[in-house]
């Protein structure tokens, strides 16, 4: 059984830029959860996909967009990059919707992004 | 609108001393109550979760936490920590209804000294 999957694990970006980070949910799980790991700070939710649906948005302008695709593998999108954007994204994924209310969240390692 | 305060931001301790990382939340409604454990370099693991019945939850490798609704606090606790214990824990509450929402705190680092 595979687990979750980021990439890129590492990234380096200029202010203003677009970013796409990928994420593979662990095998058979159909829900993804991204969140924003700024440094020092705990996880703030950003959304949630739920058979290629959002389902769940938290307090994060519309330039943090998302897809999941049919294969329940996710995208996370950044358009105009700012500075504090800086942080590491982490996807979880989950066996269904009620998998991740009860915290049967599978994290992957995250991808660290750097806006200059 | 639900909250986590952990209280302490980093916790040095001796190996094979008890150690308790604190964890107060809010919140108007019904909560689950959550402790992941961040390695350097790794993603987040729970750890142990409180969702209904027994309000003193234990993990396989030795931690606890007790749920105490009238303190709103879910502290975590070990009796004797080793230095593979060392990490990043964070408490998190969640239960709003199927939307995936987990509310984090900010992290208490538990650093275990020989």
């Known amino acids: 059984e595979t687990g979750v999957t980021q990439s890129p694990t590492h990234l380096i970006k200029t202010r203003g830029q677009q970013v796409t980070l990928r994420c593979s949910s662990q095998s058979g799980h159909n829900t993804v959860s991204w969140y924003q790991q700024a440094l020092g700070q705990g996880p703030q939710f950003i959304f949630q996909?739920?058979?290629?649906?959002?389902?769940g948005r938290g307090n994060f302008p519309p330039r943090f967009s998302g897809l999941q695709f049919p294969n329940y593998s996710s995208e996370l999108n950044v358009n105009a990059l700012e500075l504090d954007d800086s942080a590491l994204y982490l996807c979880?994924?989950?066996?269904?919707?009620?998998?991740?209310?009860?915290?049967?969240?599978?994290f992957g390692e995250g991808s660290r992004l750097t806006v200059l | 609108a639900q909250s986590v305060t952990q209280l302490d931001s980093q916790v040095p301790v001796f190996e094979e001393a008890p150690v308790e990382l604190r964890c107060n939340y809010s919140?108007?409604?019904?909560?689950?109550l959550f402790w992941y454990v961040q390695y350097p370099n790794q993603g987040l693991q729970l750890l142990l979760k409180?969702?209904?019945?027994?309000?003193l939850v234990e993990s396989i490798n030795g931690f606890e936490a007790e749920f105490n609704k009238s303190q709103t606090s879910f502290h975590l606790r070990k009796p004797s920590v080793h230095i593979s214990d060392t990490a990043e824990y964070f408490c998190?509450?969640?239960?709003?209804?199927?939307?995936?929402?987990?509310?984090f705190g900010q992290g208490t680092t538990l650093q275990v000294k020989p």
């Open positions: 998190a509450v969640g239960g709003s209804g199927n939307t995936g929402k987990l509310i």
């Open positions: 979880a994924s989950s066996l269904e919707l009620a998998g991740a209310d009860t915290g049967e969240l599978f």
């Open positions: 919140s108007s409604v019904s909560v689950y």
């Open positions: 996909y739920y058979r290629e649906e959002e389902n």
């Open positions: 409180y969702l209904s019945g027994s309000t």
